[in-house]
């Protein structure tokens, strides 16, 4: 009996994993649900697909236990935003993948500064110089962010030497952890990124790894996005105006679909694979992991949040009623609410909770 005709095709290796998706989480641009995205996974065979919201982490967790539930490897990362110092307006793309749990934090801890630090019109955007940072890359595999990166936008403006550097920069930022991102999803000039991407990969011996930015589940979805990103930037759907971003093929592509797209890159694909080989986050749900906050001598971690609680309700009370006769008339009210709240950590802590 010859076996291998009946060999199952769950058995065959993967040829493509998704390693873009924006879902409902990146508010501005995404409509993808997430038990949607790993349920098409798992149908198409893919060992591992990505999620990789905007500038956020907010879908992980549920994420996380989606794919696990679901026999897919979850892998975690997010698309973000670097400041473009000669124009605010128009920021570069880059998408950081946590290879593992220490990369995971060092996203979380660049969002963070991102949002504290390096907001514009609403962005939050990371600065090149964070992750050119020694030791700041840890953890982390970098895309370079196709047409939409700072290499990628050199390349199509046809400034070749500029792409190199910034390609060797990044590429000494990130050891071995640093791909040159292509896409074909129908946007202009995307297959002239492609063929200098490769030229370029061939010259500094990079990696290339084919990616889909994928923004709804379905081509049929299309229109809903467009509705949805319209939403987000104030426009409306007829209007001839207003920027046309996205295309009808950023839907979730199978393998099969992939593969065809690639065949003239066959390692594009190969290393999308490698790629989620190379990520592996084991994340610890179900229990809370609080810092060792210092308190002064003496006084217990609820005796201080009640000091600090009352100081700041000082503080608020003479923001709010500058006139002092008007400020002792309110002032039992909101007495009334923080006795009320204190309380409430005081039978905690009785509680042992």
């Given at each position: 009996m010859d076996t291998t005709a009946s060999a199952s095709p769950a058995a065959a290796a993967p040829r493509f994993v998704h390693l873009r998706l924006h879902s409902e989480y990146s508010v501005q641009d995404g409509i993808v649900r997430l038990d949607d995205a790993v349920k098409r996974a798992a149908k198409d065979r893919m060992p591992a697909v990505a999620l990789t919201d905007l500038a956020n982490l907010f879908g992980m967790i549920k994420f996380y236990k989606a794919?696990?539930?679901?026999?897919?490897?979850?892998?975690?990362?997010?698309?973000?935003?670097i400041s473009n110092e000669a124009d605010r307006d128009?920021?570069?793309?880059?998408?950081?993948?946590?290879?593992?749990?220490?990369?995971?934090?060092?996203?979380?801890?660049?969002?963070?500064?991102?949002?504290?630090?390096?907001?514009?019109?609403?962005?939050?955007?990371?600065?090149?110089?964070?992750?050119?940072?020694?030791?700041?890359?840890?953890?982390?595999?970098?895309?370079?962010?196709?047409?939409?990166?700072?290499?990628?936008?050199?390349?199509?403006?046809?400034?070749?030497?500029?792409?190199?550097?910034?390609?060797?920069?990044?590429?000494?930022?990130?050891?071995?952890?640093?791909?040159?991102?292509?896409?074909?999803?129908?946007?202009?000039?995307?297959?002239?990124?492609?063929?200098?991407?490769?030229?370029?990969?061939?010259?500094?011996?990079?990696?290339?790894?084919?990616?889909?930015?994928?923004?709804?589940?379905?081509a049929a979805d299309y229109k809903a996005h467009e509705v949805r990103v319209c939403i987000a930037q104030g426009y409306v759907l007829a209007d001839r105006r207003r920027p046309r971003e996205y295309t009808d093929q950023q839907y979730f592509k199978s393998q099969a679909e992939m593969a065809e797209l690639f065949a003239d890159i066959p390692e594009a694909l190969e290393n999308s694979v490698e790629i989620a080989q190379r990520c592996n986050i084991v994340m610890q749900l179900g229990k809370n992991f609080l810092p060792a906050f210092p308190t002064p001598p003496g006084m217990s971690l609820d005796e201080f949040l009640i000091a600090q609680a009352r100081e700041g309700l000082e503080t608020r009370l003479a923001e709010l009623y500058p006139d002092p006769e008007v400020r002792a008339a309110r002032r039992p009210e909101y007495e009334a609410r923080l006795k009320f709240e204190c309380d409430t950590i005081a039978a905690g802590e009785n509680n042992g909770e």
């Open positions: 794919a696990r539930s679901a026999g897919v490897k979850p892998v975690v990362g997010v698309d973000v935003w128009k920021p570069y793309r880059m998408l950081l993948l946590a290879a593992d749990r220490a990369g995971y934090g060092r996203l979380c801890d660049l969002l963070t500064r991102a949002y504290l630090q390096n907001k514009h019109r609403g962005r939050a955007e990371l600065k090149r110089e964070w992750l050119l940072e020694p030791g700041a890359a840890g953890g982390l595999i970098a895309l370079s962010g196709a047409l939409g990166g700072d290499v990628g936008q050199a390349l199509v403006s046809g400034n070749h030497a500029l792409a190199g550097r910034l390609a060797r920069e990044w590429a000494g930022a990130f050891p071995d952890a640093y791909y040159l991102e292509l896409q074909r999803a129908g946007h202009p000039q995307s297959e002239a990124q492609v063929q200098a991407a490769c030229t370029l990969a061939s010259e500094l011996d990079l990696p290339v790894v084919a990616t889909h930015p994928v923004q709804f589940m379905d």
